[in-house]
């Protein structure tokens, strides 16, 4: 049980709450420095998800029988966090319920008012605020009451403590600003035991504040931007990759802001990489240096993986919301990270001046930047940013509750966003999966990916296709069945094909799909990679042979696939696909061999 206990509901499982963790194992290490006469109060946390029930929630933090109940509040919790707040006094009496975090910090009055049931909201960073916090409650424990509790909290800078009294309506009160940790080395290592490494994302921080002001971001609220020292980062690195953590995300706004600063972070990785941990970067890909991009040219595989936010390519756009115009050398810099790094590209719906023609231009733009992953996102009208005042002054209509996102603007209408909704839909099935990965390359080459993306999703919604889900095996027919109006059908059903059986071995083949295989061609392709031995030989057994064929398959082609455009007429491009084993886990990607 605990006196003070942090709730975090999250939006999945795998994701880790880094802020409780943050605060928790802030004040566990500066108690004893701070009040080294006083027993700390006990101190805890708890995580559910949005997903989880209600009561399941309430009942797992009624456990603890706190005192003091703190709840951060996100865009993806808030809903269900505004249903729990008020359960919680029915079951726990004489508890203080406090909520903090980005959905609550920059209007704090309005939701103290709207909640009844809520105590407080701490506005900025937690750390300090919570160690004075459980000052307070140590100095009162004895003689518990939360409305004096309450009134003396509001002399605490950070907090907007509602107190109440029996014969008036409660009075809201600030304590003031809340500074700034002055130095990040002052936060501790929030993940003292590492639980399910290969399950969770575990976020980390090597920086707090964003110097850029883009218009519809939060960060751009805090401008100073401040650096936990670089030996303590390899310290809490080095804990991650002796745990083994698959992936840890660093959630600085911008990573690349300090030169050497961030080089040497990488270094590090590189030089004590094991093998298996992978690193998450948010990259202003404008602002890599050429001493960055030339370090990364030989990073492994399953490194590093890099977040790029290009949003948009129109000019115009990006200067209206405070993002730096020049896509050029994001493009160029985009261009030579090498092919080792995983790239995520984003793409923003329903920015200033951005109609359908724009945003088509757009989609084209950074699709032709080669990421692996494209996502189309769409624009949250956030309260504190300067996008709020910018959208209602303009035109805008957004969601009134999370996540705040745009329903129209004077370049987007309504119909405009949910057409763009089929065609995030498009874009995750088709190109984010990876599965009609020749099928794309060729269609980016021989034309417009928005042009084939909107006539399909257009297609798609007359045959009624987005109102059930579809398997990867319909998709393939799907697209096939729309390919054949096109001029280019041919090369794009041979590339289908290819990506038929680049996604796993089939144990039937579908009626679109014109097989044109040989057996005996197959046999001698599998005795050439040495897979099974050449016809005759003692050591071939049935055994062997139907295991060698189980995990591999051969289809002769009329193009190339890498080279669609060059292929010579009447040639035919035999090709054997070799699978790794369906029963092990990790076994790796389907080896393909053009013979």
Known sequence: MADIFFAAVNARYNHTNLAVRSITAYSAKHWKEAYPDMPAP?????????????????????????RIILLPVYIWNVEIVTRLIPELPKVIQN????????????RAEQILRQIEALDAVICGEGEQTCLELAHLYAVQKAAWNPAAFLDVAAKIPGMYPKVRSTDATPDIRFGGVREPLPDLGMLAFPYPEITDPDNRIYYYESSRGCPFRCAYCLS?????????????????????????????????RTYNLDDARYIAIWRYIREHHNGYTMFHFEIEAEYLSSAALDYIQNVPAGMMQFEIGVQSTN???LKAVDRSPDTAKIAANVARIPCTIHTHLDLIAGLPFEDIASFGRSFDGVLRMKPDVLQLGFLKVLSGTKMEKYASDNGWKWMSSAPYEVLSTP????????????VEALL??????????AFIQYIGRSGS??????????????????????TELSWFEYVFSFCKQDVRYPVLAELLRYDFLCTGKKGSFPAWYIRRYDKDAHRKALEAQGILP?????????????????????????????????????????????????AEKGAGETRIIHL
């Open 315 to 317: 000019p115009e756009t």
């Open 95 to 106: 508890c203080v319920v406090i909520a903090g975090g980005p959905e609550v910090s920059y």
């Open 42 to 66: 006990s101190c805890g946390f708890g995580e559910w998800t949005i997903n989880q029930p209600l009561l399941e929630i309430v009942r797992g933090i009624a456990a603890e029988k706190p």
């Open 411 to 422: 370049y987007t209408s309504y119909d405009d966003l949910l057409f763009l909704k089929d």
């Open 220 to 252: 751009s609220v805090e401008r100073t931007v401040r650096f936990m020292p670089l030996e303590r980062v390899y310290a809490d690195l080095q804990r991650f990759l002796d745990a083994r953590v698959k992936l840890v995300k660093f959630v600085d």
């Open 534 to 582: 050449h016809t005759g030989s003692d050591a071939q057994t049935s055994a062997g042979t139907r295991t060698a064929y189980a995990q591999s398959e051969y289809d002769v082609f009329t193009v190339d696939p890498a080279d669609p455009e060059h292929s010579e007429q009447g040639r035919q491009y035999a090709f054997l696909f070799l699978y790794p084993p369906r």
């Open 428 to 437: 995750d099935v088709l190109f984010n999966s990876g599965s009609f990965a």
């Open 449 to 470: 990916y928005w042009q084939f993306f909107s006539a399909f999703a257009v297609w798609c919604r007359k045959q009624h296709l987005f109102d059930d889900a579809h």
